[in-house]
């Protein structure tokens, strides 16, 4: 068995796990396709840890599951975090970032580390010759997929992914848009496009009714993860689906008016130059004219110029209550981690927290050392800790929330100051005092 550790995939798990791994002294063999081979939803080979769908990494201020998630990586050193602080772009109370900018600085770190050597190659078995962490994401190369499947002796779980379209900042007419965030958070880091009832309803009806596209598996049925629920299955779910979702207007005020809009679409910059906007809460599936003609019916985006339509992709996961151990390593073969969306996690520092842990105990495992399992009352040892749960039925990936964290000894009814009390007993573990 060789000294050295293999990741496969660069992505935002595959970077957090090669970056541990080389800080503990030993020498990473990292494996990524790209730009030899890239999937349908990569656009930049030549860039590691790229975002697909969003440029947010959600809620920034550390009484929020992903604030805590985040605080909890950062005690760690993580290299997404690293970069996402020196590349972010303004948006209220979250942490978003110029995803260019961001996996640019990713890239230069990992390529430049004395302990990474970087092989670009298409890997289509898992090696049998080292220690291996497996990141290689929720479209993992079909051949390579089979192998793990062959391996794992259990077939694969897939749910389909959407992403949001992106259009220009000064195609969006502020005759009618508006900057703002809600409750007056942040320093108006949103474009607000206002709907009245009549528009709204126009808007809807068109929406319900605009033609999909197909996806790339056309024999197969398609089973929507509710993290990433496309706009346009959402809204036929009911009328008022998505006005009390990604269009509710609570805590914004058309100046026009000086009213509460019927509903409101917001868009987010995309990048720190703040020329483009990516429609918040908009992944959708439709066909690219469809978005076209739908979308252009949101007031203030009549004349929007799109530089991305919405996408619609294949996502993996293995089922991992019943296939890895605590450590992440499978049950079956120790010296195989696994890390990332492949492993269950859901969300883009969730990928990059498991690829934290499972760098460090593939560095515990080669030594002979206990792993590190975090405590289920901090948010990575919750979220590990769950998708690792034999008595998890009908698995389903997840995210960072306060829901699976154990609940406090004494009850505090206030919401807010019980989110601060677990973030505070979660961090305590970092400080020692646990």
């Known amino acids: 068995m060789s000294n050295s550790i293999t990741v496969l995939g660069a992505g935002l798990a595959g970077c957090e796990a090669a970056n541990q791994i080389a800080k503990m002294g030993i020498h990473v063999d990292l494996y990524e396709m790209k730009p030899i081979k890239t999937s349908p939803a990569h656009s930049r080979p030549d860039l590691f840890a790229e975002l697909v769908c969003s440029n947010s990494l959600k809620?920034?201020?550390?009484?929020?599951?992903?604030g805590l998630l985040k605080e909890e990586m950062r005690q760690f050193g993580s290299v997404c975090l690293e970069s996402a602080d020196k590349c972010s772009v303004a948006a209220g109370g979250a942490l978003a970032v110029d995803r260019e900018l961001f996996g640019k600085y990713i890239t230069e770190s990992i390529k430049n580390n004395p302990n990474i050597t970087v092989h670009n190659a298409v890997v289509e078995e898992i090696p049998t010759d080292t220690v291996t962490v497996v990141a290689t994401g929720p479209l993992t190369?079909?051949?390579?997929?089979?192998?793990?499947?062959?391996?794992?002796?259990?077939?694969?779980?897939?749910?389909y992914d959407a992403a949001a379209p992106i259009v220009t900042h000064d195609s969006i007419d502020f005759s009618v848009a508006f900057m703002a965030s809600r409750y007056g958070k942040g320093d108006d880091d949103y474009i607000n496009c206002p709907m009245n009832r009549e528009e709204y309803t126009a808007f809807h009806n068109a929406l319900i009714s605009a033609e999909s596209a197909l996806t790339h598996e056309f024999d197969k049925p398609i089973t929507v993860y509710e993290g990433c629920m496309p706009i346009e299955i959402l809204a036929k779910r009911g009328e008022d689906s998505i006005r009390f979702g990604p269009l509710k207007p609570v805590g914004l005020r058309d100046p026009r008016t000086g009213n509460r809009p019927w509903a409101v679409v917001q868009l987010r910059k995309e990048n720190s130059a703040g020329t483009m906007y990516n429609l918040v809460g908009f992944q959708t599936n439709l066909?690219?004219?469809?978005q076209k003609r739908v979308f252009s019916l949101i007031p203030g985006l009549q004349n929007a110029e799109f530089v991305r339509y919405g996408v619609m992709h294949r996502n993996t996961f293995i089922n991992?209550?019943?296939?890895?151990?605590?450590?992440?390593?499978?049950?079956n073969d120790a010296n195989v981690f696994f890390a990332g969306q492949l492993s269950g996690v859901e969300g883009y520092m969730e990928?990059?927290?498991?690829?934290?842990i499972a760098g460090i105990n593939a560095v515990r495992h080669i030594k002979n050392e206990q792993p590190l399992?975090?405590?289920?009352?901090?948010?990575?040892?919750?979220?590990?800790?769950?998708?690792?749960?034999?008595?998890?039925?009908?698995?389903?990936p997840m995210g960072a929330n306060f829901g699976i964290?154990?609940?406090?000894?004494?009850?505090?009814?206030?919401?807010?100051?019980?989110?601060?009390?677990?973030?505070e007993r979660s961090l305590s573990y970092f400080k020692g005092e646990k």
Not at 351 to 356: D, E, L, M, Y
Not at 405 to 423: F, G, S
């Open 59 to 66: 809620a920034a201020r550390i009484d929020s599951a992903a």
């Open 141 to 159: 190369d079909t051949k390579l997929a089979e192998n793990i499947a062959k391996k794992c002796n259990a077939e694969h779980l897939n749910f």
């Open 287 to 290: 066909k690219f004219g469809e």
């Open 320 to 331: 991992s209550p019943k296939l890895l151990s605590k450590n992440l390593s499978l049950k």
């Open 351 to 356: 990928s990059a927290a498991s690829g934290i």
């Open 373 to 396: 399992i975090l405590p289920k009352y901090t948010m990575i040892g919750a979220l590990l800790g769950f998708i690792t749960d034999e008595t998890v039925e009908k698995f389903q």
């Open 405 to 423: 964290i154990p609940p406090l000894d004494t009850h505090i009814r206030d919401k807010k100051e019980r989110y601060a009390a677990l973030a």
